[in-house]
């Protein structure tokens, strides 16, 4: 039996960063998304938290999994 912890995942999409950058907006992303968003997940190890993340927010979608980070309160 594993024992899952508390992970915040860091992530954002790299092509709402770039357009944001030029002034422009992405047609289907809030320009939010140009920001580091936060998601809380449950995972064994900080691997596993960055996969789960990455299959919510795909690369070919652009976004980037920037880090995956065991939060320290009590689960």
Not at 27 to 42: C, G, P
Not at 54 to 66: F, K, L, T
Request: hydrophobic share 35%; glycine share 4%.
């Amino acid at each position: 039996m594993s024992s899952q912890r508390s992970f915040e995942v860091a992530v954002y999409n790299k092509e709402v960063r770039r357009l944001v950058g030029e002034g422009r907006h992405h047609r289907n992303l809030s320009d939010a998304w140009a920001e580091t968003h936060y998601i809380d997940v449950k995972a064994d190890n900080a691997q596993d938290a960055r996969m789960q993340v990455a299959r919510r927010y795909p690369a070919d979608q652009g976004y980037v999994v920037e880090d995956a980070v065991p939060l320290k309160f009590a689960d």
